[in-house]
């Protein structure tokens, strides 16, 4: 139950933009005298954004949720409203603080809140709350022939809460048990039995009236005691408020940057789906890319914790911090640029103040050369999956002695077959190095020294030596290509890497062409240079491609290879020239976008 809990409090923190610092439980379960079919009743303190406090508008006090699966009663009120009750001193807030069940607490939290309601303790107020609630059950649920012993319990705790505040005990305890030894004997004879019922029974399964207790109970809400008001003390509770709101970035850390976390709203300045979707060059089964940005918390900038970006294991979605983002930007990368001009129908979400982050402050003569590389680094992948493609290995790694050969005649003959033709076992023979001759070794067939064998049962790729009688004679001698073997293992190994990694839809449409290159590379190599065309020659940043087909023909591999890689190559030249010719700036206005960051950080920290 606990992890449902946890799943439902960062639910509302997601769905409603705000903070839970606290939650508890109350009612019965913190009481001790839960039923078997007693709902949980999860209740907590919750800060909105600072900016929130700042607003003229009536901002959320409460967030009160219809009963979840599970029988969870979750609700709870902001620290505002619960700042103002709390100098009331009100009982159900109060004894929020002090239950014996937290699901949720950040460090510090109750400690504070646990000091200014004592602080602020109105003895008077707390009793005639309590007297309230038991007063409502006496002459209401508990005038009925037939009763619940939950009633009774409801009336009996509230009761003798009253009397625990009038006796001068200060804050009454939350547990049951511990205000049992405050009630008279007779009554506490019978608690025992009540709880007994209400433990093995539904909740509204019924009972006779006991009359011992109906005496006590009219007794008790009868008592008339006059108790201090208390000090209301204002200051106090304007400073746990203020701290409250201005806390709300203190405790994260790089590893609580998560991607769930700064998606929430008072994190995220823009969410889009990117890649080929936004590209307009998807087929049915494309792969949907997220990219995003958002502001790190101002306490987080302010301490040693540093984050650029935070994404997923395979890269599919990627959140730059605005900082980050900005310096990107301030190089003219294109992945950052593009997130400036994505197609409408591609975002899903964008705050008001990105729009402060226009392309014309960016874009520069640097797109020339940061496109341009970027397109020939595509090329130059393309080649190397090209390799891949046409050159696929085994499935299973060449063994270290296929590298070793014995010299015969003017060539040589593999060493495991030179000792099958001649019946010496690998596994029984000796092996040691020649002085003076890299790479050679000689192999000896005799019984009466040390035979280890050729390969170390520690290490298949390591040759063993032995110790042998310096009267013995090798039968042979070996010598082992050991670049040919490492090049073999890091070829294997990068391409089962690629294997693993390889967009299956990608690599089907790579086979299914034919042509024996990665054509997804290529497209991106001809569309980085349109666009960059686009940036010399207009000035403008345009990510939705207007000649989709004949990119989307790229793709699909109708093209030769060298017919694009030449066709790249031409390009780029002339995107040089292009640029060479443009008017934009060489790079971008570092003191302007300095001072956008600055007021982008600053707005966005007003308007959450």
């Not at 303190?45 to 219809?66: H, K, M, N, Q």
């Not at 930007?329 to 964008?350: F, K, V, Y």
């Not at 729009?355 to 874009?363: A, G, K, V, Y």
């Not at 013995?472 to 190994?493: G, I, S």
Request: aromatic letters at 8%; proline letters at 5%.
């Amino acid at each position: 139950m606990s992890a449902d809990i946890q799943k439902l409090l960062s639910h509302i923190e997601a769905t409603h933009g705000v903070r839970i610092p606290y939650a508890c439980e109350s009612g019965s379960r913190a009481w001790g005298f839960a039923s078997p079919d007693s709902d949980y009743d999860i209740r907590f303190l919750f800060v909105r954004p600072e900016s929130a406090y700042l607003s003229i508008l009536e901002g959320t006090e409460s967030i009160d949720l219809p009963l979840q699966e599970g029988d969870l009663d979750a609700g709870g009120w902001d620290v505002r409203k619960a700042a103002r009750l709390l100098g009331k001193s009100n009982g159900a807030l109060v004894e929020w603080l002090h239950s014996p069940v937290v699901y949720r607490c950040e460090p510090g939290f109750r400690e504070r809140w646990q000091s200014t309601a004592r602080a602020v303790f109105s003895p008077r107020s707390s009793r005639e709350h309590y007297l309230g609630l038991s007063r409502q059950m006496v002459k209401g649920k508990l005038q009925e022939e037939m009763v619940r012993a939950k009633d009774y319990l409801y009336a009996l705790r509230s009761a003798l809460c009253a009397r625990w505040v009038a006796a001068g005990r200060g804050i009454p305890p939350v547990a049951f048990a511990e205000l049992v030894p405050s009630a008279p004997q007779a009554v506490q004879a019978l608690i025992p039995g009540l709880l007994e019922h209400k433990a093995r029974t539904v909740e509204n399964e019924r009972m006779p009236r006991v009359a011992e207790l109906d005496a006590f109970l009219n007794e008790a809400i009868e008592e008339r005691v006059e108790l201090d008001p208390g000090n209301g003390d204002i200051a106090a509770l304007d400073r746990l408020y203020r701290g409250e709101i201005r806390s709300r970035d203190a405790l994260l850390t790089s590893s609580e940057l998560t991607l769930e976390r700064v998606r929430l709203p008072d994190l995220l300045l823009l969410e889009s789906v990117a890649g080929s979707r936004a590209f307009g060059t998807n087929l049915e089964h494309s792969d949907e890319d997220l990219r995003g940005v958002f502001a790190a918390p101002r306490a987080f900038l302010l301490g040693l914790d540093e984050i650029e970006q935070v994404s997923d294991e395979r890269g599919d979605e990627v959140y730059y911090e605005l900082g980050h983002f900005v310096s990107l930007l301030l190089r003219n990368n294109p992945n950052a640029l593009e997130l400036l001009a994505m197609p409408e129908d591609c975002i899903r979400h964008r705050h008001p103040v990105f729009d402060l982050l226009e392309p014309r402050i960016f874009l520069s003569k640097l797109c020339a050369k940061t496109f341009g590389e970027y397109a020939m680094g595509q090329i130059r992948k393309a080649r190397g999956l090209n390799k891949k493609i046409v050159n696929p290995q085994p499935e299973q790694r060449r063994a270290m002695l296929d590298f070793c050969h014995v010299p015969e005649g003017q060539g040589s003959v593999p060493v495991l077959e030179w000792l099958a033709a001649r019946g010496i076992d690998p596994k029984r023979c000796s092996l040691t190095a020649v002085q003076h001759a890299a790479g050679m070794y000689a192999i000896y067939d005799d019984p009466r020294s040390e035979s280890r064998g050729l390969v170390s049962p520690k290490d298949p790729d390591a040759l063993i030596f032995s110790s042998v009688r310096k009267e013995a004679v090798p039968v042979t001698w070996m010598h082992f290509n050991q670049d040919a073997f490492q090049a073999h293992c890091k070829a294997h190994r990068e391409y089962w890497e690629w294997v693993e990694q390889r967009n299956p839809e990608r690599y089907a449409t790579n086979a299914q062409h034919g042509r024996g290159y990665d054509s997804k590379n290529l497209m991106h190599t001809l569309r980085l240079l349109d666009m960059a065309g686009e940036i010399a020659r207009e000035g403008v940043l345009r990510v939705r491609r207007p000649n989709r087909e004949y990119l989307l023909q790229v793709r699909a591999g109708e093209f030769e290879y060298e017919e694009l890689v030449a066709r790249a190559e031409a390009q780029l030249l002339q995107v040089q020239a292009d640029f060479a010719a443009s008017s934009l700036p060489e790079e971008p206005d570092r003191a302007q976008v300095n001072a956008l960051l600055v007021q982008v950080r600053e707005e966005f920290g007003l308007r959450v």
